[in-house]
């Protein structure tokens, strides 16, 4: 078949049209695809951004080019203004890979400068860049390498190093059409040398970035970069860098940037370690990680190992480090810093800084550097001394300088500074010699916070014997001191004399006690002469050590009284309360004309006895306190005050209030007085702090005083088997003659307390009240008895005696039946068998009451009598009136009304109406009427009132007749309907 012209021109035109559709559709798939690109040498710097579109599909090579730059940046910066363009041109699914290529003996540097893409941090799924920058081949499988990185969202990628000479970035996207926001990835790119990441020699059987740097006597000075600096360093990497300087050479490092990934205190992960020596088994100076900057260590010899490892742990982009190091002889010299002083070392990793640790009461020696030469300028040395601390051992320390002479660089020839001059008026400004011995001070010097506090600041040259010369004492086991050295040190001429400082530190057992030490310091023996003071146990509130005797001497003046109080007792618990290993001695101490001095014990406390106030005897005006510990246990043990006053006028007060200071009496027991009360303070309401109340009770020859507690409130707890009276206490004194015979009472149980006879006839009673603060409760109320205790009962005879029962105690006649109980403990004889009037005026009491109580009881019953038997008469009446209806009484007549009655007009002039409203002779009153006619019913009303039956019949008929006359005289009358 043949095709006409006409044909062939439309076959023509159709071919035309599709070839030019799929012409154009292939050339816009092609710049959609074709996007890779690479970056070679051969332009050593310049820009980039994604995604590079071109209508070029050969631009992945572009050796030949002319211009990198043209097609890194002409041709998107022109699609970048237009955003319908750009968007028009990307595919819903495209991949560009940019590869960078340096020269051997460079690296890829990549600073991005603007970036956004979809996605976020933690979501790069549908659109991100990769980094490949450890990449030795540009043409390794990029699915079988580690990616350094994939990024997204806006937060760009720091910067970007090569370990090699390549990196590769992977741009992926299929985000297309649904794009919210324009695509904008830009940055610049260079090729730098790679010399300065080269240290030393190379040391290639360890890894890629191991060198050897060696002071060869021309570079004494140099920078170690971590291998990609300030990029992003690499995981899973080690770097090894040793230092070796010359003999008498040390080394200093300064981390000027330091940035490496912290994953913990110990650094698990990625770390740079610090060897004091020449390989990985000398000693460890430090180890490093995390964000540092201005770190400074020194080697304590002329080689230092350095070793940077890497893991693969979640991060962030950490940057690495750049370390200065130099190697140097003007370093400090350590030897000549210890000077073979024993138990004083060179702290690691330090120019100068020194510790000194006690061997146990030791003494040891430290210098400045090169004493007693001149000491380096600009220089700081941190001297660190540090005395036992532990549950047995716990020491304080003592510095005395020997030799000090340090000056400023604006130091005015003063001379040698003697005691006259005061130290404050000596300026320090740029060399000194500081001492810390309180904590906090301690804590900030060591901190290296700027603007330390030091306790003493010393400086010149101090003459010998100069009480700025020491000893000073610290407040711990510890101590530091910081020696500072001008730039430009001065000197005063005095060559022979020595510059710097030599010091002498002695390490002394410390007991954490106030007060003078007294003989040797590893004796716990101490004075206290200050009116008011405190002490406590060694250590306290720490737990005091084991098997340890401390001695507290409070010394007064004659004439003088001494107040303890106890702030805190806790001993070691033993396992029965009939041990006693820990304890607590109070001494009196007597002394005579000739000053020899007698010791009496007065008190002994356990562990379950807190002890009261105590007082200091009349005569005593010292006391010596003895504390006690036992290999079996510690506890915190105690805090005490104490206050030296003058004595009270009288040892016990002749008469009440006597004394402003001192309470109590002295009562005498005698014929006719045999028994009495006395109380505490303002009982009732509250006793007050500072009280101190003596009370003495004196029976006749061959009589006791018996002792029994009727009301007791203070404060503190009383058990069977221990007490607590810290605050306020009672003692009761049975036996004069022997202070230990004492009693301690307290609390608020009074069944607790036992009643107490006397050894003699006397007995001594006191109340003392703390020195700072009391809860002030009620007080106490005692009562007392004289007595005689008998064995045989004609020992008790006569009219005037009484033997009680059961305690076989002989009392006044007098006391029976007095209403108190004064034949002791569980005899209450003198209570029971009191008179007969007594007994006849109870039992007078009980029958008048009971004929009270029966009086009342037959007045209810009357009257429940009366109220049944009118019941009974209203129930007789209603059975009458029921049975005479029965028996002939017209019945009622029922009547209903065929309309509904709305209101009752009566005619009848008979009728009363007001006997309808108010209800009279047994009619209904008038609502109730009205209510009961509309319902159309009559009948008879019961009677209200009690009547005779005669009567009720009566009323009853007449009633019976007027409501059949209403209702018949109602039904003719047509005016009554209301409807």
Partial sequence: ???????????????????????????????????????????????????????????????????????????????????????????????????????????????????????????????????????????????????????????????RISLYNIIVLVFHSRVGKKRNENLVIKGKYSFISDEKYISGLPLPKISMCSFLIEHNGRKSKGVILSPTYPGVYPNNIICVYLLKGKPNERIRIFLKDFDIYFGGEHCPYDVLTIYDGNDNTSPIIKKVCGLQQKMEIFSSSNNLYIEFLTSDPFKNDQRGFLIEYEFSSRFVHIPKLIQNSKGVSHIRGTECDVRVQSSKESTH???????????????????????????????????????????????????MINNGINNNDIECPSAYVGIAYDINNIKAVLSNSEGSAFDKILCERLASGNELMGPYESKSSRMVVDFESADNPRNDGNINLGYGFKARVDFRTDFGVPGEAVGDSNKCLFRFKDKKGSFNSPRFPSNYPLDTICTYLIEGNPGDQIIINFDAFELFEDLSTDICNDYIELYNVFTDKKGQETFQLQEKYCWNMKPGPSISAYNAYKMKLIFVSSHEGSSNGFKATYK?????????????????????????????????????????????????????????????????????????????????????????????????????????????????????????????????????????????????????????????????????????????????????????????????????????????????????LLFILVFFAFLFKKKMEKRRIRNSIRSSNFRGAKPRIPYRQQQPVGRIIVSNKDLDLSRYEHGQNGLISSPLTSRFINHDATGIVPPTSTTTAIDSIKNLDESYNVNRNMLLTTRLDDKTFNC
């Fill in 1 to 159: 078949m043949f095709l006409n012209l006409n044909d062939k021109k439309i076959l023509f035109y159709i071919f035309y049209f599709t070839v030019t559709i799929g012409l154009i559709k292939c050339q816009k798939h092609d710049i959609l695809t074709q996007c890779d690109y690479l970056f070679d040498s051969t332009k050593p710097k310049g820009t980039f951004n994604f995604p590079i579109l071109t209508t070029n599909p050969s631009l992945y090579n572009n050796k030949h080019s002319s211009n990198d730059e043209v097609f890194s940046t002409s041709l998107t910066d022109e699609l970048n203004t237009n955003s319908d363009l750009i968007e028009s041109q990307i595919a819903d699914n495209i991949q560009c890979i940019y590869t960078f290529v340096a020269r051997k003996g460079q690296r890829v540097k990549l600073e991005f400068t603007d970036f956004q893409l979809a996605g976020t941090v933690d979501n790069c799924e549908v659109e991100y860049v990769d980094i490949y920058s450890e990449l030795k081949d540009p043409n390794e499988d990029l699915l079988s390498v580690e990616v350094g990185g994939r990024y997204c969202g806006t937060v760009a990628p720091t910067i």
């Fill in 365 to 415: 020696y430290i210098y400045s550097p090169n004493f007693p030469d001149m000491y380096p300028s600009n220089i700081s040395c941190t001297y660190i001394l540090d005395g036992l601390q532990g549950d047995q051992n716990l020491e304080k320390v003592l510095l005395t300088f020997e030799q000090l002479a340090v000056f400023s660089e604006n130091y005015n020839n003063v001379g």
């Fill in 644 to 856: 030296i006053k003058k004595r009270f006028k009288e040892e016990i007060p002749s008469v009440e209030g006597k004394d402003d200071d001192h309470c109590g009496v002295s009562i005498v027991a005698s014929d006719g007085f045999t028994s009495g009360t006395f109380k505490s303070p303002n009982y009732g309401t509250k006793y007050a702090k500072n009280t101190y109340c003596d009370w003495e009770i004196v029976a006749r020859k061959n009589h006791q005083i018996h002792l029994k507690i009727g009301k007791l409130d203070v404060e503190g707890t009383l058990d069977s088997d221990r007490f607590s009276c810290l605050s306020a206490v009672i003692r009761v004194l049975p036996d004069v003659t022997d202070p230990t015979s004492v009693i301690q009472v307290c609390g608020d149980v009074a069944t607790n307390v036992k009643p107490v006879t006397s050894k003699g006839n006397k007995l001594r009673i006191s109340f003392y009240t703390s020195m700072d603060k009391v809860n002030g409760l009620k007080g106490f109320l005692y009562e007392w008895t004289e007595v005689k205790i008998v064995e045989k009962d004609n020992e008790c005879s006569g009219d005037d005696k009484y033997l009680c029962t059961y305690s076989k105690m002989c009392i006044d006649k007098e006391l029976r039946c007095n209403s108190m109980y004064n034949c002791g403990l569980n005899d209450e004889s003198d209570e029971t068998h009191c008179n007969i009037t007594e007994l006849a005026s109870d039992l007078r009491s009980v029958i008048a009451a009971g004929i009270f109580s029966g009086a009342i």
